[in-house]
């Protein structure tokens, strides 16, 4: 079955970290370009990350610096580490590989709060 499964989200105080983990399965993650999409309570999905298959990545302004995106292709795994969480980081995150929106994982949810 080809699908992505997010895990790792959770409720963490400002200024803490998480590890998300999205997991492939029924395809080779290394032959496509991966993405972090988060959607925030009562707004729209907004692209956060993305990695290619050299490796290369990019980041939305509001997360450069502190949130990292990596892969394991050995594993079929993708990974998001968050560190210096915001209140306003707080969203469902999505695992999506492209090209476009090609396939998206189930989300995991991320709360930052005191």
């Known amino acids: 079955q080809v699908q992505l499964v997010e895990s790792g989200g959770g409720l963490v105080q400002p200024g803490g970290s998480l590890r998300l983990s999205c997991a492939a399965s029924g395809f080779s993650l290394s032959t496509y370009v991966m993405m972090w999409f988060r959607q925030a309570p009562g707004k729209g999905l907004d692209w956060v990350s993305t990695?290619?298959?050299?490796?290369?990545?990019n980041y939305a302004d509001s997360v450069k610096g502190r949130f990292t995106i990596s892969r394991d292709n050995d594993k079929n795994m993708l990974y998001f580490q968050m560190t210096s969480l915001k209140p306003e980081d707080t969203a469902v995150y999505y695992c999506?590989?492209?090209?476009?929106?090609?396939?998206r994982g189930q989300g995991t949810q991320v709360t930052v709060s005191s």
């Open positions: 990695i290619d298959t050299d490796r290369f990545t």
């Open positions: 999506v590989r492209g090209p476009g929106f090609s396939l």
